[in-house]
């Protein structure tokens, strides 16, 4: 075994993939540690408050890794640059809203209302991803191939389905409460605004076959799922506190995690495509 021409290789590995090693590293580490937390059943302890305050640096990580990459591309000057800047702002104020949910736990010791200022990030992270999907359509020419009918229907086809579901699932004894409507608008704005980004992404996925022979379709698919994702552990959300079910650092938190996780991924795999046919 040649050690020396072993330890040659690993430093190549390491330099060229630096920032997956360091994303999958800490996701095995906080995945160790929830399912310790899950063997020990610990339930609203410190453990607990200090987990949902720890997982989400995988989000500033994601954001920062975002930034770095999107001044490399252009900035906001290009659409490309300033679709990676809104998906890192997302990431920045998803966390806002992460650490500000743990805060009522671990600092003021009381129940996270609903709205709270955690909301702020959680609903705030909907238009900074609008804005990065819209970005991305622009980057693939999206707006000529809006001129087909099917590509109109599908834009609408498509939020219309995942609003059905998420009345069906959550929505349908809801009871409105005019006296807050902050609420209200939350409840159903939620699915709502991530109806809205999903769709358009996975239009931009049936056209980007035809952006650079389609050698961006597998990123493009990268962040639909994190999407789908992010969309998921939203859902779940609503679904769990409006049954008073939620638990911190339960399958919920995990799904949070999940959902920044795949959008770092996403990032350094669109930061490795653009190196290559820069």
Same mark, same amino acid.
């Given at each position: 075994?040649?050690?020396?021409?072993?330890? +040659?290789?690993?430093?190549?590995?390491?330099? +060229?993939?630096?920032?997956?090693? /360091?994303?999958? =590293?800490?996701?095995? /580490?906080?995945?160790?540690?929830?399912?310790?937390?899950?063997?020990?059943?610990?339930?609203?302890?410190?453990?607990?408050?200090?987990?949902?305050?720890?997982?989400?640096?995988?989000?500033?990580?994601?954001? !920062?890794?975002?930034?770095? /990459?999107?001044? +490399?591309?252009?900035? &906001?000057?290009?659409?490309?640059?300033?679709?990676?800047? @809104?998906?890192? @702002?997302?990431?920045?104020?998803?966390?806002?809203?992460?650490?500000?949910?743990?805060?009522?736990?671990? @600092?003021?010791?009381?129940? $996270? #209302?609903? #709205? =709270?200022?955690?909301?702020?990030?959680?609903?705030?992270?909907?238009?900074?991803?609008?804005?990065?999907?819209? =970005?991305?359509?622009?980057?693939?020419?999206?707006?000529?191939?809006? %001129? =087909? !009918?099917?590509?109109?229907?599908?834009?609408?086809?498509?939020?219309?389905?995942?609003? $059905? !579901?998420?009345?069906?699932? &959550?929505?349908?004894?809801?009871?409105?409460? &005019? *006296?807050?409507?902050? %609420?209200?608008?939350? *409840?159903?704005?939620?699915?709502?605004?991530?109806?809205?980004?999903?769709?358009?992404?996975?239009?931009?996925?049936?056209?980007?076959?035809?952006?650079?022979?389609?050698?961006?379709?597998?990123?493009?698919?990268?962040?639909?799922?994190?999407?789908?994702?992010?969309?998921?552990?939203?859902?779940?959300?609503?679904?769990?506190?409006?049954?008073?079910?939620?638990?911190?650092?339960?399958?919920?938190?995990?799904?949070?995690?999940?959902?920044? &996780?795949?959008?770092?991924?996403?990032?350094?795999?669109?930061?490795?495509?653009?190196?290559?046919?820069?």
């Amino acid at each position: 075994l040649d050690i020396s021409a072993y330890s +040659k290789i690993m430093r190549r590995v390491i330099k +060229k993939d630096l920032p997956l090693i /360091i994303a999958v =590293s800490f996701f095995s /580490i906080i995945t160790v540690w929830w399912i310790i937390l899950q063997l020990l059943g610990v339930r609203e302890q410190l453990h607990n408050y200090i987990f949902g305050g720890t997982y989400g640096l995988i989000a500033v990580y994601g954001g !920062i890794l975002g930034i770095f /990459i999107a001044q +490399k591309w252009g900035g &906001f000057k290009s659409s490309l640059g300033r679709f990676v800047y @809104f998906i890192a @702002f997302g990431l920045f104020i998803e966390e806002f809203g992460q650490l500000a949910f743990t805060s009522y736990n671990l @600092f003021l010791k009381i129940q $996270v #209302p609903y #709205p =709270s200022i955690a909301d702020i990030g959680f609903f705030g992270l909907i238009p900074f991803y609008i804005l990065a999907v819209i =970005s991305l359509a622009h980057t693939v020419g999206l707006k000529f191939s809006l %001129k =087909s !009918i099917g590509a109109k229907l599908q834009l609408i086809f498509i939020p219309v389905i995942m609003l $059905v !579901i998420s009345y069906a699932l &959550f929505l349908q004894d809801y009871t409105f409460d &005019f *006296d807050n409507p902050v %609420k209200i608008l939350l *409840d159903f704005g939620y699915p709502l605004g991530h109806a809205i980004y999903i769709s358009i992404t996975i239009l931009i996925l049936s056209l980007s076959r035809k952006y650079l022979g389609g050698i961006m379709r597998n990123t493009i698919f990268f962040f639909l799922f994190a999407f789908l994702m992010q969309y998921i552990a939203e859902f779940n959300f609503l679904f769990q506190s409006s049954r008073g079910t939620w638990v911190n650092a339960g399958y919920g938190d995990y799904l949070y995690f999940l959902a920044y &996780f795949f959008m770092t991924l996403t990032i350094i795999q669109l930061n490795n495509i653009l190196r290559k046919i820069r």
